[in-house]
């Protein structure tokens, strides 16, 4: 059964940085593609960044472009959101999710881990 499972989030003042990471477990994910997701209070969840674990190349929402970097380790199976410069609408409940590199839809998704950033 695939798990993934986020952690790293807190409460941070603007202009700080987190790092989220994201385990995923249960199947090999050479084929892959995790990303990140956001939802704020009352807004729909949105789409942050991913990484396609055959080749690296991440692609970022442009919210997030040049303050975010999305990484991965391999041999971890896990992935990593650096947030650096964050600003008060970057706080939301972050989740990891994975799926089939040739499917559409988002199969998997971890529990979510909340990120505050106050002004």
């Known amino acids: 059964q695939v798990q993934l499972v986020e952690s790293g989030g807190g409460l941070v003042q603007a202009g700080d940085s987190l790092r989220l990471s994201c385990a995923a477990s249960?199947?090999?994910?050479?084929?892959?593609?995790m990303g990140w997701f956001r939802q704020a209070p009352g807004k729909e969840r949105e789409f942050v960044a991913r990484?396609?674990?055959?080749?690296?190349?991440?692609l970022y929402a442009d919210a997030v472009k040049g303050r975010f970097t999305l990484s991965g380790d391999n041999s971890k199976n896990t992935v990593y959101l650096q947030m650096n410069s964050l600003k008060p609408e970057d706080t939301a409940v972050y989740y990891c999710?994975?799926?089939?590199?040739?499917?559409?839809?988002?199969?998997?998704w971890g529990q979510g881990t909340q990120v505050t950033v106050s002004s």
């Open positions: 990484i396609t674990w055959s080749d690296g190349s991440p």
């Open positions: 249960g199947r090999t994910f050479s084929n892959y593609v």
């Open positions: 999710a994975a799926r089939y590199r040739t499917y559409a839809s988002w199969n998997y």
